[in-house]
Nanobody, 118 residues
Framework: VQLVESGGGLVQAGGSLRLSCAAS????????MGWYRQTPGNQRELVAA???????VYADSVKGRFTMSRDIAKNTMYLQMNSLKPEDTAVYYC?????????????WGQGTQVTVSS
């Protein structure tokens, strides 16, 4: 299963961006998904992710500003980012776990750069 991200870019502080992550491949179902981000020299960190109970958890740093959603019919997930801050600058990655006819899978997107200027 391949994940292709889009929507990153340069935005001023206080602005908004929406990231998209489209999944494609042979027959599959997604059980869990999430968004992560990484800055140079640091580990990849969770931004938002679904839980086994179906809820969504957010990093404290983005609560109230970021919203994760999913369009099942389009096999696409989104990350709406509002009130962006310079510290949100990072490469953002989407992630999905699920099942195909051949067994379980875990996939990552290629990453999309988000830069927030002050």
């Amino acid at each position: 299963v391949q994940l292709v991200e889009s929507g990153g870019g340069l935005v001023q502080a206080g602005g908004s961006l929406r990231l998209s992550c489209a999944a494609s491949g042979s027959t599959f179902s997604i059980n869990d998904m999430g968004w992560y981000r990484q800055t140079p020299g640091n580990q990849r960190e969770l931004v938002a992710a679904t839980t086994s109970g179906g809820s969504i958890v957010y990093a404290d740093s983005v609560k109230g500003r970021f919203t994760m959603s999913r369009d099942i019919a389009k096999n696409t997930m989104y990350l709406q980012m509002n009130s962006l801050k310079p510290e949100d600058t990072a490469v953002y990655y989407c992630n999905a776990h699920g099942l195909t006819n051949y067994g379980p899978f875990t996939s990552w997107g290629q990453g999309t750069q988000v830069t927030v200027s002050s």
